[in-house]
């Protein structure tokens, strides 16, 4: 069987030729490692090994490892240095599902209380959105959107539970966006459910709202269990 390692030894070796820096060379064969499996989560990302194998310096590792960090894609750890992420699919379904629940609430609350600015900023957000590439930055204006339609609900408890829950499913989002692109952002869903509020339809704001969260988790769920094979009994790392 061929070992984790080894895969992406063929990785590196194959994608050398196409890129001019050393930085976007490491950064694109460890994202596409990543993103296939071939590093799974929790591996360690160690500069002086990874040097080694791609036959750079350590600073183009470096800077490669800061920007899958800004991907989500890399955990900067205490006392462990870079891992790969590591992605539960029981634990997005469970974030997503409390999303599903907490949002819609909130947005009913909010909607009869929604000035022009509110709207505006949610429309704006989605314009960036539609222009935008970073996966980070299209994850805060996701929830800036979000944000801007709930913020006259009037309970801080409540839109403090929501932040939260956006603050967990954030690395799962970057990393999703990551692999597949901004066309999972569900902008036609932010367009309905900003008309919807702004015409004052609670209910059917709400549920486009509960419909659009529901189906951004079926993708995100069934994205993580499709996430390439791994083979039992690799190594741990790398090198």
Request: proline fraction near 5%; include cysteine; aromatic fraction near 4%.
């Amino acid at each position: 069987m061929v070992s984790n390692a080894e895969r992406l030894s063929v990785l590196i070796a194959e994608g050398r030729p196409e890129f001019r820096t050393a930085t976007a060379f490491v950064e694109a064969t460890l994202r596409r490692a990543i993103l296939s499996g071939v590093l799974e989560g929790g591996t360690a990302l160690r500069q002086d090994e990874l040097a080694e194998r791609f036959g750079v310096s350590r600073m183009p590792v470096r800077d490669a490892l800061k920007l899958l960090e800004a991907q989500a894609l890399v955990t900067v750890l205490p006392n462990r240095g870079a891992v790969v992420t590591e992605l539960n699919a029981a634990d997005a379904a469970d974030i997503m599902g409390l999303r599903r629940v907490l949002e819609p609430a909130a947005l009913e609350l909010s909607i009869p209380h929604l000035t022009a600015a509110d709207l505006a900023r949610a429309a704006e957000a989605i314009a960036d959105m539609d222009a935008e590439t970073d996966p980070g930055r299209m994850g805060e204006l996701n929830r800036r959107f979000h944000m801007s339609l709930y913020a006259r609900a009037g309970r801080p408890r409540l839109l403090a539970l929501i932040e939260a829950r956006f603050a967990e499913s954030d690395p799962v989002l970057r990393f999703h966006l990551a692999a597949l692109g901004g066309a999972e952002m569900g902008q036609d869903a932010h367009r309905a459910i900003l008309a919807a509020a702004a015409r004052g339809e609670v209910e059917a704001a709400c549920t486009l709202l509960s419909a659009h969260i529901g189906d951004a988790a079926v993708r995100l769920v069934t994205f993580l269990d499709e996430r390439g094979p791994r083979p039992s009994g690799d190594e741990a790392h790398p090198a």
